[in-house]
């Protein structure tokens, strides 16, 4: 462990994050279990319960930032700035895909199965979810598009860097971070695909807006997704110097 | 002569605009010393300690930390130092975990030490939370494992702070104990006592610099520490207090007389004269 870099630093700084604040890596997958298993019988809307639940492993991992006798243990932590932000984004990214993913296939199972049982019905388990065609999210709005597992990732890990920007950038300013966030949560929800279809449509259905007719329809989703999924390494790096100049 | 463990060069600190806590601080610490770093409220102690390991940067000037810049908080740096601070975080952990997760950062922590000096400060159970702990017994939790991890720089923000009588005096006998000559120990502490007879360097901050920083040797070479029963004003005697023993005075060892070292009468002496006292160690 001679570089400024090691894997096995990052690995003992997971260890310490699983074991010191075991609370999330133990709620989170109960609750979304629960939440899988209320919301796919019912093809209810699961975005919010993924992003919600996608916060909680990030938020706790740079709050004690805001606090200076936390902050004094945290990054005295002997391991470089990188191997911190690194450990953070395997356990925001790789970790909270996978227990999403297992927890979806058990909610699902699991709820389905007690949804046939309670109705009678024999309804299948709807996996469109982590297919690749995707679900449509509001099933009975016909222009709703198909949302797959990796556009709700997509967006829950821009929220993760967003709201570790805000717990690593600003000091001391809790009514600002809020404000900040809710207002970063709108935005975004709003600039999700589905609404771009929501505001295209509309905007088509007016003839004196025909000039959008040579615009391709698929294109303003696809522009969007290129550049949500570019969003991420950039605000890692800005995350990462974030942490490197935080000072007490 | 040892190796050099801190260098300070011409540094100024401010936390907020217009208010200076430090300007031009230089400082030089060497290997093989425990320094008593002592100062009023306010002066800028624990902001010294937080500027050494990295925690504040400084506005300008050069900080050297066992040969690297601290603002860079390089692992290779910060395994070699283990800070101590006056408020301890929340942490909970039970000792045993607590030493699991945290001991593998420290290449040359060694376990059994970490048994011994717990024994010594009578923490017998590992299997105790910390967060259940008084700030005392967690204190003793936290300097043990300090002492433990063998880093060749140790800084202690008021380390005595909730420790109870024998475990000052255990305090004492174990920072004596496990100093060595790759090793280099910065205490700050406003209860001077408490370092009696453990410190070989005392550095003392007054109005936001460095105004004293020399070896115990050095002190008692050039001052002389008495008490008299009248308060004899001749021209070598530089600081005078009333007390119950009578007339405690640091003077100048024009004699060549040995004394016992005052910390806290050379604090005051210090304070009170600083021009007096600068000129005559600089002779």
């Known amino acids: ?248 | 002569m040892n190796a050099k463990m801190i260098t300070i060069d011409n540094v100024e600190f401010t936390y907020k605009k217009n208010t200076q806590l430090l300007s031009g601080l230089n400082l030089e610490l060497y290997a093989g010393h425990i320094h008593g770093l002592l100062g009023k409220n306010g002066e800028g102690k624990s902001t010294l300690l937080k500027l050494i390991s990295g925690l504040v940067f400084p506005n300008s000037g050069v900080i050297d930390t066992i040969g690297f810049n601290p603002i860079k908080r390089k692992p290779e740096m910060l395994r070699e130092i283990f800070f101590l601070p006056e408020e301890l975080p929340q942490i909970l952990l039970s000792i045993e975990k607590y030493e699991k997760i945290y001991a593998p950062f420290y290449p040359k922590f060694n376990s059994e030490q970490f048994d011994q000096y717990l024994k010594e400060f009578e923490v017998y159970s590992k299997h105790d939370k910390l967060d259940k702990l008084s700030q005392g017994q967690k204190k003793k939790v936290l300097i043990a494992f300090g002492l433990a991890t063998n880093t060749k720089l140790l800084l202690m923000d008021e380390p005595t702070n909730g420790l109870d009588i024998p475990s000052k005096a255990q305090f004492r006998r174990m920072v004596a104990a496990a100093i060595t000559e790759e090793r280099c120990l910065v205490i700050s502490t406003h209860q001077v006592r408490d370092l009696d007879s453990l410190i070989d360097g005392i550095i003392i901050m007054e109005g936001h610099e460095i105004v004293f920083n020399e070896p115990i040797e050095n002190i008692t070479n050039k001052l002389l520490f008495k008490v008299s029963e009248n308060n004899e004003k001749d021209e070598t005697v530089i600081y005078t207090e009333n007390t119950i023993q009578g007339f405690c005075q640091v003077c100048e060892n024009i004699s060549n007389k040995d004394s016992r070292l005052d910390i806290e009468l050379l604090f005051n002496a210090v304070v009170t004269d600083k021009k007096r006292i600068k000129q005559l160690f600089s002779k």
């Open chain 1, 1 to 248: 462990m001679n570089s400024s870099f090691s894997f096995q630093r990052v690995g003992l700084l997971i260890k310490r994050n699983l074991i010191e604040d075991y609370i999330p890596f133990i709620g989170v997958p109960v609750l979304l279990i629960i939440g899988f298993a209320w919301a796919t019988p019912l093809n209810a809307d699961i975005r919010l319960l993924v992003y919600m639940f996608g916060l909680i492993i990030p938020l706790r991992q740079f709050a004690p930032l805001n606090n200076s006798i936390s902050a004094t243990h945290i990054l005295l932590i002997p391991s470089s700035n990188a191997e911190k932000m690194m450990a953070t984004i395997l356990l925001g990214t790789v970790c909270f895909v996978c227990i999403t993913l297992l927890t979806f296939v058990i909610g699902s199972l699991a709820g389905t199965y007690i949804f046939n049982l309670i109705t009678g019905k024999d309804t299948l388990v709807n996996w469109s979810f982590i297919s690749n065609q995707g679900m449509l999210i509001n099933g009975y709005n016909p222009i709703s598009p198909r949302i797959n597992i990796w556009d709700i990732f997509r967006i829950t890990f821009i929220l993760q860097n967003l709201i570790m920007l805000v717990q690593i950038g600003l000091k001391d300013k809790k009514l600002i971070k809020l404000f900040g966030f809710l207002t970063t949560i709108i935005i975004l929800i709003l600039a999700q695909p589905n609404v771009y279809y929501t505001l295209f449509n509309y905007i088509t259905k007016d003839s004196s807006h025909n000039w959008i007719d040579s615009i391709n329809k698929t294109s303003i989703p696809t522009v969007v997704t290129i550049i949500g999924y570019l969003i991420i390494p950039i605000l890692w790096r800005i995350n990462y110097s974030l942490l490197s100049n935080k000072q007490l």
